[in-house]
């Protein structure tokens, strides 16, 4: 039988068999999505606390097919807790702040019809995302703002709980450095559209899990990926509207310093999302995605609650 094997960290989900690849690391898919150019409430502390459930039926190969295993059963949740500063220390039309993310993969059920075989591993504290970045103040319309935007320097830093004896693990046990542009525009004053564009550059892992056949290192490729979102304000309280994320890997994976080709990963999703504020400080975001257009990785469907609150 081929070899296979699989991936954990923080709140995503990787595995290959053969040429087949799910080799980058856990990014930002749909985790954020309305008025997500600017704080909501000025300068101060944030907290924020994720909490994601994914289910997937299908492992798609490089063409977009089923990978052959019996079964392709994949269901996980993930809580993830922000910490967010946004300072009064000006840099001319924009303020300085600081980002700390903590995931934990709090459970985990697979199943590949073949006892676990090739689906098997722990749950646990993911690896730790630092970012420094700079909130733009508002561009003002008549209205009220037409437009915000934000620019983020995010590294991950390999924290997470990981053992080589697991083909499954909440660390990635290599840093990757995922800065992004986010803004968000007023095409009224009611209704918004948000983007957040990231880069992704990783880092080599250098004790890679043994199901890898006994390799040095492996980095993975680099790629792209963004959320977008449009909401309408049906209320002062409430919005409503469409959301969704991309990415697709740009470079190659590297396999003991190597190109090794047919690993490259792509997905698109979109779904219905909301958002409701309690107060200036308080908001709730429930967002749903729908994968499809899946290459190298599981195609399935993701549900997310989100709190915000600002000290």
């Given at each position: 039988?081929?070899?296979q094997?699989?991936?954990?960290?923080?709140?995503?989900?990787?595995i290959?068999?053969g040429?087949?690849?799910?080799?980058?690391?856990?990014?930002?898919l749909?985790?954020?999505?309305?008025?997500?150019?600017?704080l909501p409430?000025g300068?101060?502390?944030?907290?924020?606390?994720?909490?994601?459930?994914?289910?997937a039926?299908?492992?798609?190969?490089?063409?977009?097919?089923?990978?052959?295993l019996?079964?392709?059963?994949?269901?996980?949740?993930?809580?993830?807790?922000?910490?967010?500063?946004?300072?009064n220390?000006?840099l001319?039309?924009?303020s300085?702040?600081?980002?700390?993310?903590?995931?934990?993969v709090?459970?985990?059920?697979?199943?590949?019809?073949?006892?676990?075989?090739a689906?098997r591993?722990?749950?646990?504290?993911?690896?730790?995302?630092?970012?420094?970045?700079?909130?733009?103040?508002?561009?003002?319309g008549?209205?009220?703002?037409?437009?915000?935007h934000?620019?983020?320097?995010?590294?991950?830093?390999?924290?997470?709980?990981?053992?080589?004896k697991?083909?499954?693990n909440?660390?990635?046990n290599?840093?990757?450095f995922?800065?992004?542009?986010a803004?968000?525009?007023?095409f009224?004053?009611?209704?918004?559209?948000s983007?957040?564009?990231?880069?992704?550059?990783n880092?080599?892992?250098?004790?890679p899990?043994q199901?890898?056949?006994?390799?040095?290192?492996?980095q993975?490729?680099q790629?792209?990926?963004?959320?977008?979102?449009?909401?309408?304000?049906?209320?002062?309280?409430?919005?409503?509207?469409?959301?969704?994320?991309?990415?697709k890997?740009i470079?190659?994976?590297?396999?003991?310093?190597?190109?090794?080709?047919?690993?490259r990963?792509?997905?698109?999703a979109?779904?219905p999302?909301?958002?409701?504020?309690?107060?200036p400080?308080?908001?709730?975001?429930?967002?749903?995605?729908?994968?499809?257009?899946?290459?190298?990785?599981?195609?399935?469907?993701?549900?997310?609650?989100?709190?915000?609150?600002?000290?």
């Amino acid at each position: 039988m081929k070899k296979q094997w699989m991936y954990v960290c923080g709140a995503g989900l990787m595995i290959a068999q053969g040429a087949n690849a799910y080799d980058l690391p856990v990014v930002n898919l749909g985790m954020t999505s309305f008025l997500d150019g600017g704080l909501p409430a000025g300068p101060g502390w944030y907290l924020q606390e994720y909490f994601q459930n994914y289910s997937a039926d299908k492992l798609r190969d490089k063409d977009g097919k089923a990978l052959g295993l019996p079964k392709q059963d994949l269901d996980y949740q993930v809580a993830v807790t922000q910490l967010s500063y946004l300072s009064n220390l000006r840099l001319g039309n924009a303020s300085l702040g600081m980002n700390m993310l903590l995931p934990v993969v709090t459970r985990m059920k697979v199943d590949d019809g073949l006892n676990n075989a090739a689906l098997r591993g722990q749950t646990g504290m993911g690896d730790l995302l630092i970012g420094p970045f700079i909130q733009f103040d508002p561009i003002m319309g008549p209205d009220g703002p037409r437009f915000v935007h934000r620019i983020e320097l995010q590294v991950n830093l390999p924290t997470g709980e990981y053992d080589d004896k697991h083909a499954i693990n909440p660390g990635n046990n290599a840093w990757s450095f995922n800065p992004y542009w986010a803004g968000t525009y007023w095409f009224t004053p009611k209704w918004t559209a948000s983007f957040r564009a990231h880069y992704l550059y990783n880092g080599k892992n250098n004790d890679p899990a043994q199901s890898f056949g006994g390799v040095d290192d492996i980095q993975a490729g680099q790629a792209l990926h963004s959320n977008f979102a449009s909401g309408y304000a049906v209320t002062d309280q409430l919005r409503l509207g469409v959301n969704g994320y991309w990415l697709k890997q740009i470079t190659d994976t590297r396999i003991d310093g190597h190109d090794v080709s047919g690993r490259r990963e792509k997905v698109l999703a979109i779904g219905p999302g909301g958002m409701y504020s309690f107060s200036p400080n308080d908001h709730v975001f429930v967002n749903a995605y729908f994968e499809q257009d899946v290459e190298n990785r599981p195609d399935g469907s993701r549900v997310q609650v989100r709190y915000v609150h600002h000290f």
